[in-house]
C-alpha cells in the first residue's frame, strides 16, 4: 500500500478539507516522496524529516512562490535608499528660480519696511527740529534787507561798466582780440541773467528767510546761541545742529567790500565737490564705505585743516558752516607773548602748516589766502588752565579754495586774499599755482621767527608801495638775523624766491635740514656741574693797608680751592673790596 502525502499525513492547511488525489498526483508524490526520503536517509535523517522538510517547502511556496527575489529586491532598494539620502545630506540642497525669487523679494520688502519705518521717524524728528530751531532764531536780526539788495545790483553794475571799460582799453592796445571781449561779455551777462533767476526762485519757493535774507535751511538746521564776532563783511556764530554738535557759523555780506564781485559760485561748487565732509552721520558712513570699496574718494579729513560741514550760497550771503576753535588765531597768540617765539615753537607750529599745504596740493587745491590770521587755535586744560594750543593748530577759510588743472596755472582775477602775503607772480600776471601758497607759507614762517611781514604791510595805506616792494624789492636778513638760525634764514630765501620754479614744494621742504634740526621738544638747559679750583692768588695794584707785608696766598683755605674771607679783614681792618677775575688755562 502506498504511504500517505504529507497533506493527508497533516490534514492539509489549517481549515482546509481534505481532497482526494488521482491516481497521476498520488504517482508522482510517491516518486518525490521516495526521492527526498534517500536523499535524507544518506545524511542520516529520518523519514518523517524528510516528510516534515517536503511539507514546509510546499507549505511556504503555495504561499509565496517568489519570495527569495522579493526578498534581494527589498534589500537592494533600501540600500539604494540610504545612499541617495546621504547624497542629499552631502549635496547643497537646489533651489528653483521661483524660490530665489520670492526670497529676494522678501528681503528687498524687510528693507523697504526698515527703511520707511525709520526713514519716516528720522524725517519727522527733524522736521519738528528745524520747526522748533526755526522759532529759537527770531533774535537773528540783519536788517535793511531792500537797501542790501539795492547795494548788490549797484555794485554789480558798476563791476560791469568797469570791466567793459578794461577789455576795451586792452582791445584798442592790442592785448585782446575783439572776438574775446565779445565772449567775455556774453558770459557776464549769462552769470547776471543766472543771478537774477536764482534770485526769483529762491524767493518764489521760499528758500529765502522773508526778513533776514539768510537761507531759510540755515536758521533751520542749527540753532544760533550767540554772536562771537561781527567784522566789515559779516558776522560769526556759535551755533548747535540737530545733533547737538557745537559749530561755527560764517556769514558773509556780499553788499560789503568787494565781496559782490568774488566767484562765491565756484568756491560754492568746489567745496561741495571737493571738502564738505557733512553733517548727517548716516552719509558720513555711507561714503565711507564707498570709499573703502574704492568706488568714490575719501572723505576731505586733515588734522591740521578745520573741518567744514556744509556751504549755502545765495543771492545776499555766503554761508559756511565749520568746526568751533574757540582759541584765536596765531595772529593773536603771538601778539600776545612778550617775547619772540623761539625756532622749536616756531618750527613745530610751522610744520603743521606745511602738512596741511601739503595734503591740499595733493588734492590739486589752493588755498590762496595762507597768513597768520587763517591759522586757528583751540583750547587745552581744565577750567582756570584753558589755554591756546599752539601744537594744533588748523588751516581755516575753506571759501578761498580753487581747484588747479592738472598742467600750468590757473590765470584768476586776484580777487581774494591779503596783499601782503600775495606772491609776485600773482600780482603782476594773476597766475595761481602751488608756488604761490608756499611763497605765502614763506611770509608766514618770517613772521614767526622775526615778528614781523617781510615787506611790510599791517594796515598799509598805499597798496601801490607795498606791491612794487614785493615785486622788485627782498628782504634785508643780513641786518635782522642775529637770533636766528643760518638754516632758518636759507628756509626763508627758498621760501621767498622770486621765480615759482624755484621755491620748494612742500614735501622738499619738510625735507629741509632746519626741521631736522629744530624740530620737536626744546632742550633744556643744562647747569655746568664741573668743578673749578682756585690754585694761584696774585693782588694787582696798590697793597691794602691790612695786606702789607703778607703773601696773597695766605687767603687760600687750607683745603685748595676755598677762598678764605677772613684773611682780608687782618690788622684790625674792617672792610676791604677785592675784584676777582677768573682766568682759564689753555690746554695743551
Request: hydrophobic content about 35%; glycine content about 6%; overall charge positive.
Amino acid at each position: 500500500m502506498a504511504p500517505a502525502s504529507p497533506e493527508n499525513k497533516k490534514g492539509g492547511h489549517a481549515g482546509a478539507s481534505p481532497e482526494k488525489s488521482t491516481p497521476e498526483k498520488e504517482k508522482e508524490e510517491a516518486a518525490v516522496y521516495c526521492a527526498s526520503s534517500t536523499v535524507i536517509r544518506a545524511i542520516g535523517a529520518t523519514p518523517t524529516d524528510a516528510t516534515e522538510h517536503h511539507e514546509h517547502h510546499e507549505h511556504h511556496d503555495h504561499l509565496d512562490p517568489d519570495s527569495d527575489k522579493h526578498s534581494h529586491h527589498s534589500i537592494d532598494s533600501e540600500e539604494k535608499r540610504k545612499t541617495e539620502v546621504e547624497k542629499k545630506k552631502k549635496a547643497k540642497p537646489k533651489i528653483s528660480k521661483k524660490e530665489r525669487v520670492r526670497r529676494i523679494v522678501k528681503r528687498v520688502l524687510i528693507l523697504l519696511r526698515w527703511a520707511c519705518v525709520h526713514g519716516f521717524a528720522t524725517i519727522t524728528c527733524h522736521y519738528r527740529g528745524r520747526r522748533r530751531n526755526l522759532r529759537r532764531n527770531h533774535w537773528v536780526k540783519i536788517p535793511d534787507r531792500p537797501g542790501r539788495q539795492l547795494d548788490l545790483r549797484t555794485k554789480r553794475e558798476e563791476y560791469y561798466d568797469v570791466r567793459m571799460h578794461e577789455m576795451q582799453t586792452m582791445v584798442e592796445r592790442k592785448k585782446l582780440k575783439k572776438w574775446r571781449m565779445v565772449f567775455r561779455k556774453f558770459g557776464m551777462d549769462m552769470e547776471n541773467n543766472y543771478d537774477d533767476s536764482c534770485a526769483y526762485f529762491a524767493e518764489k519757493f521760499r528758500l529765502n528767510h522773508r526778513k533776514t535774507g539768510l537761507p531759510r535751511a540755515v536758521l533751520e538746521w542749527f540753532h544760533f546761541v550767540e554772536l562771537v564776532n561781527e567784522g566789515p563783511h559779516g558776522m560769526v556764530y556759535r551755533a548747535i545742529d540737530l545733533h547737538n554738535r557745537t559749530v561755527c557759523v560764517k556769514v558773509r555780506d556780499k553788499s560789503k567790500g568787494n565781496l559782490g564781485h568774488m566767484p562765491f559760485r565756484r568756491a560754492a561748487r568746489v567745496l561741495k565737490r571737493e571738502v564738505v565732509v557733512g553733517f548727517i552721520p548716516i552719509f558720513k558712513l555711507i561714503r565711507k564705505v564707498l570709499a573703502r570699496c574704492h568706488i568714490v574718494r575719501p572723505s576731505f579729513e586733515h588734522a591740521n585743516i578745520s573741518m567744514i560741514y556744509t556751504v549755502y550760497n545765495n543771492g545776499e550771503f555766503f554761508v559756511e558752516v565749520c568746526e568751533w576753535l574757540p582759541g584765536h588765531t596765531l595772529q593773536d597768540y603771538t601778539e600776545g607773548l612778550h617775547h619772540k617765539m623761539d625756532e622749536h615753537h616756531a618750527c613745530n607750529t610751522f610744520s603743521q602748516l606745511i602738512s596741511a599745504i601739503q595734503y591740499l596740493h595733493a588734492r590739486r587745491l589752493v588755498h590762496r589766502d595762507i597768513r597768520m590770521n587763517q591759522i586757528l587755535l583751540p583750547l587745552k586744560g581744565k577750567d582756570e588752565d584753558i589755554m591756546p594750543d599752539v601744537d594744533n593748530c588748523k588751516l581755516c577759510e575753506g571759501w578761498c579754495f580753487m581747484k588747479l588743472p592738472r598742467r600750468g596755472h590757473y590765470f584768476d582775477r586776484p580777487l581774494c586774499g591779503d596783499l601782503a602775503t600775495r606772491a609776485p607772480e600773482v600780482i603782476t600776471h594773476n597766475a595761481w599755482s602751488k608756488a604761490a601758497d608756499m611763497w605765502s607759507a614763506g611770509c608766514v614762517l618770517f613772521e614767526l621767527l622775526f615778528g614781523h611781514l617781510p615787506f611790510g604791510g599791517e594796515g598799509a595805506r598805499n597798496k601801490e608801495a607795498l606791491a612794487e616792494r614785493i615785486v622788485k624789492q627782498e628782504p634785508e636778513f643780513d641786518k635782522i638775523t642775529g637770533h636766528v638760525s643760518p638754516e632758518g634764514v636759507d628756509l626763508c630765501r627758498r621760501l621767498l624766491s622770486r621765480h615759482p620754479s624755484h621755491r620748494p614744494t612742500a614735501k622738499q621742504c619738510m625735507e629741509h635740514e632746519w626741521f631736522n634740526k629744530y624740530y620737536g621738544d626744546k632742550p633744556g638747559s643744562h647747569k655746568n656741574t664741573d668743578e673749578r679750583m682756585i690754585r694761584d692768588v696774585r693782588i694787582d695794584g696798590k697793597m691794602p693797608a691790612c695786606r702789607r707785608g703778607m703773601d696773597p696766598q695766605n687767603l687760600l683755605n687750607p683745603v685748595v680751592g676755598m677762598l678764605s674771607s677772613g684773611f682780608c679783614t687782618f690788622m684790625g681792618s674792617t672792610r676791604c673790596e677785592i675784584d676777582f677775575f677768573y682766568r682759564r688755562r689753555r690746554r695743551t
